[in-house]
């Protein structure tokens, strides 16, 4: 029962994607009533019943059911039908460069299923055939490697949980562009289990120049060739060549057959459809990073190679575009991350920043992944403005939009980490707003 409390139900404007939350009177109320009666009253909710009488036998139950599905890859319930990656309109006409997010208001715990993890794609989806594809390691190394997949699988493996968010995650903000709902200010993220090869067992294999090799260059097989600079110190700690995503080979979109991760880095930098790894003595300056992925600061410059994502968190129950049906006891519900390593705290507030309590955080807290924190609410039908401001290991504190553009100002697109605020209205409508 307590799932229904915050259920999603379809919006009939599709994107928009508005969701209902039941209340209770109270937490205790909410538990008692749940054991005794086994049902609450959810007209309205997503699961508002054709009968409350639990004597009922439902008609399921009274024949037998659909036969094991015994081929074939199992989709989830038609009933979830509204859990979908949303395009934002207008934001990318171009379908072949083009993003597709995240739909965040709908996910339970930490990871991201392979089916919504949002796209980014510079040249559309290329098919890549896994017996063709190679991966070329050379440059500043004594032996230049040239690997087939089933070459990359006999390498010593490794399986971590990571999260890939793309620099321009909330860039829209920037200038108050308020987008409806967490799909859209926060869906460029996603946290999967990855498994492949260390970058630095295959720049072991091929021999790497410690001494001149400063940085390696990652080249994607796509039509854009998409290309980053990666430096040495990340190439030689924790980046992987990537071939598994949440216990099965990557999809399509997400790189198939073969992707870097940069963990911790903006989402360019984890290359997919990987087919060239150089290393070198400089950074290459590539169209990647000096035309797109700067920041332009007030004064006209602008900021290169700002990688590391910083620490950042969003509520996403309840989110934009949702509706509290009633007074009573609500879980508020997130995600925090930090580019950093580790999430140390998050704090939440009600009442747009002035008061801050601090969340539970879900085990377990994992260094550059998802982490789920939640917090306990009665909503008095007041006007409220919830927030949450994360801190990470490294003493980082999120901060707000005004700190931000008073050092960064309005034109960039790129790295805004700020603190996120949901107006919750008196009627229970749930809106995306900045406070001063
Ligand atoms: N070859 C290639 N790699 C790429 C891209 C691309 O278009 N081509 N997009 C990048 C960007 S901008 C991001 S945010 C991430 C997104 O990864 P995803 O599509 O798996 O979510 O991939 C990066 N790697
Ligand atoms: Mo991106």
């Known amino acids: 029962m307590k799932a229904m409390a915050g259920r999603v139900v379809p919006a009939p404007e599709g994107h928009l994607a508005a969701a209902q939350l039941r209340p209770s009177q109270s937490r205790r109320g909410f538990i008692r009533n749940s054991v005794t009666t086994g049902a609450l009253a959810v007209t309205g909710s997503a699961f508002a019943q054709a009968r409350t009488d639990p004597t009922l036998v439902p008609p399921w139950t009274r024949s037998l059911g659909a036969p094991v599905v015994t081929t074939g890859y199992g989709m989830p319930s038609k009933h979830e039908a509204n859990v979908q990656r949303r395009q934002s309109p207008g934001l990318t006409p171009q379908p072949q460069a083009s993003i597709s997010f995240t739909p965040l208001q709908n996910l339970f715990g930490i990871i991201t299923p392979s089916g919504v993890h949002f796209e980014r794609h510079h040249s559309g989806m290329p098919e890549v055939d896994p017996q063709q594809h190679r991966l070329m390691i050379h440059g500043l190394v004594k032996r230049p490697l040239m690997l087939t997949m089933d070459d990359i699988m006999r390498f010593p493996s490794v399986s971590r949980i990571h999260f890939i968010e793309c620099g321009a995650n909330g860039g829209m903000e920037w200038g108050n562009v308020a987008v409806p709902t967490v799909q859209y200010t926060h869906g ?24 001149q090799g400063k940085f390696v260059l990652a080249e994607g097989a796509d039509g854009s060739a998409l290309t980053r600079t990666i430096p040495i110190e990340f190439a030689l700690s924790d980046v992987m060549v990537v071939y598994g995503q949440n216990g099965e080979m990557l999809r399509p979109e997400n790189g198939y057959p073969l992707r870097l991760l940069v963990p911790g880095v903006q989402g360019v930098s984890s290359v997919k459809w990987l087919r060239r790894l150089e290393v070198g003595d400089k950074p290459w ?12 600061l007030p004064d006209g410059m602008h900021r290169q190679y700002s990688g590391v994502q910083e620490v950042k968190s969003v509520i996403t129950m309840p989110s934009g575009g949702q509706k509290l049906v009633g007074k009573g006891y609500y879980e508020i519900t997130g995600l925090a991350w930090s580019g950093r390593g580790k999430v140390k705290r998050v704090d939440v507030s009600v009442d747009g920043g002035r008061d801050w309590q601090t969340a539970r955080l879900q085990e377990p807290v994992l260094s550059k992944a998802l982490t789920r924190f939640r917090l306990d609410w009665n909503w008095d039908g007041a006007p409220a403005l919830l927030q949450s401001r994360a801190v990470d290991e490294t003493g980082h504190v999120q901060p707000n939009i005004h700190q931000l553009r008073a050092v960064r100002g309005v034109r960039s697109i790129y790295h805004n980490n700020a603190v996120q605020t949901w107006r919750v209205q008196p009627d229970g409508e749930v809106w995306n707003v900045q406070v001063a």
């Open 188 to 211: 460029m993220i996603a946290c999967s289990e990855f498994t492949g090869v260390l970058l630095s067992t295959l720049l072991d294999e091929a021999g790497v120049d410690r001494a």
């Open 285 to 296: 300056n590539t169209r990647e990073e000096s035309l797109h992925y700067i920041d332009l």
